[in-house]
C-alpha cells in the first residue's frame, strides 16, 4: 500500500470514530498515525484533515483533542497529598496552605485543567486546540461571574461553605486552563508564520482575564471568612472556636495575598501576563 493511501485509510478511520461519537478512539488513531509517520504532526497536519475529512470532522477532532482527559486526575482535582493523612473533619490546628483546607487540590500534571497537556496533542494541532479550550474557559468564567453570592446567614452558613469552596475550586481550573494555554503558545513552534501573532494574542486575552478571576476568587475567600466567623460564634468548645476563627483569618489573610503565593491558587505565569 502506497504511503498516500495509508494515510487516506486512517483518516477515514478517524472519521468512523468521530460519527460514531467515539472521539477518544478518533484522538488515539491521530496520535499514533503521527508517531508512525502515517499522519504529519506538523503545521501540515490540519489542513490535510481538512481536505481528507471535511472541515466539521476536522473541527470535531480539534474538540476531541482539547476535552480529551488528563491521564493523572479527574476533572484537574486530586486529594491534597500534604494532608491526605488527617481526617478533613477533624479539625487541624493549622490550615493547610496547600489546598486551603479544601482536601482537594488542582492536578500537578495538568495545572488542574482537568486535560490531556499539550505535549500529547499535535504540534500541528495545538493552536486550535488552545483556541478551543479559551473559548470554553472564558464562557465558563463568564458564567461564573454571573453568578450571585447569598448573604451568610446561620441557616445557609454550611451550605454556603461548601458551595463556596466549590467555586474557589472551579476558578482555579479555570486559571489552569489559561496558564497552560499561554505557556503552549509561547513554547509552540510548529504554528507557522502566524506563531507570534498568536501568542500575542493569547498573552493579551490571559491578561485581561487572570485579574477578574483573581479578583473573584479574594471575593469568594472573604465571603467564606465571614462563614467560618458566623460559625465560630456557634461552635461548641473554646478550642473548635479558636480553630475556626485561626481559618478565618487564614482565608482573610489569603484573599489580600499577593498572587496567593505557596498556595494551589498561585498562577505565576498568568500574573506575570498580567
Ligand atoms: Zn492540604
Ligand atoms: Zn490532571
Redesign the pocket.
Known amino acids: 500500500m502506497s504511503d498516500q493511501d495509508r494515510t487516506k485509510q486512517l483518516t477515514q478511520r478517524v472519521c468512523r470514530a468521530l460519527e460514531a461519537n467515539r472521539p477518544h478512539d478518533a484522538v488515539r488513531l491521530v496520535v499514533t498515525g503521527a508517531e508512525k509517520r502515517i499522519l504529519p504532526s506538523g503545521a501540515e497536519l490540519l489542513k490535510l484533515l481538512q481536505r481528507l475529512a471535511g472541515a466539521r470532522r476536522a473541527k470535531l477532532l480539534i474538540k476531541a483533542f482539547a476535552y480529551y482527559p488528563?491521564m493523572?486526575?479527574k476533572d484537574?482535582l486530586?486529594s491534597c497529598e500534604r494532608c491526605k493523612d488527617r481526617a478533613r473533619a477533624a479539625w487541624r490546628k493549622m490550615a493547610c496552605e496547600h489546598c486551603l483546607d479544601f482536601g482537594m487540590t488542582r492536578?500537578d500534571?495538568?495545572d488542574?485543567?482537568?486535560w490531556v497537556t499539550y505535549n500529547f496533542i499535535p504540534a500541528g494541532l495545538r493552536a486550535s486546540v488552545i483556541a478551543e479550550r479559551m473559548n470554553t474557559a472564558l464562557k465558563a468564567m463568564e458564567a461564573q461571574l454571573k453568578k450571585k453570592t447569598p448573604r451568610v446567614t446561620a441557616a445557609n452558613a454550611k451550605k454556603l461553605g461548601s458551595l463556596l469552596e466549590q467555586r474557589i475550586l472551579a476558578l482555579n481550573r479555570l486559571a489552569g486552563i489559561l496558564e497552560n494555554a499561554l505557556t503552549a503558545s509561547k513554547s509552540r513552534t510548529a504554528g507557522g508564520p502566524q506563531a507570534g501573532t498568536f501568542a500575542k494574542k493569547v498573552i493579551r486575552v490571559a491578561s485581561q482575564t487572570w485579574p477578574r478571576l483573581e479578583k473573584r476568587m479574594r471575593e469568594q475567600l472573604l465571603k467564606l471568612a465571614e462563614v467560618l466567623r458566623l460559625e465560630a460564634t456557634r461552635a461548641s468548645t473554646g478550642g473548635a472556636r479558636e480553630i475556626m476563627q485561626d481559618r478565618a483569618k487564614f482565608y482573610e489573610l489569603l484573599s489580600r495575598s499577593r498572587g496567593f503565593a505557596g498556595t494551589s491558587l498561585e498562577h505565576p505565569f498568568l500574573a506575570r501576563s498580567a
Open positions: 488528563c493523572g486526575c484537574g486530586e492536578c500534571f495538568c488542574g485543567a482537568g
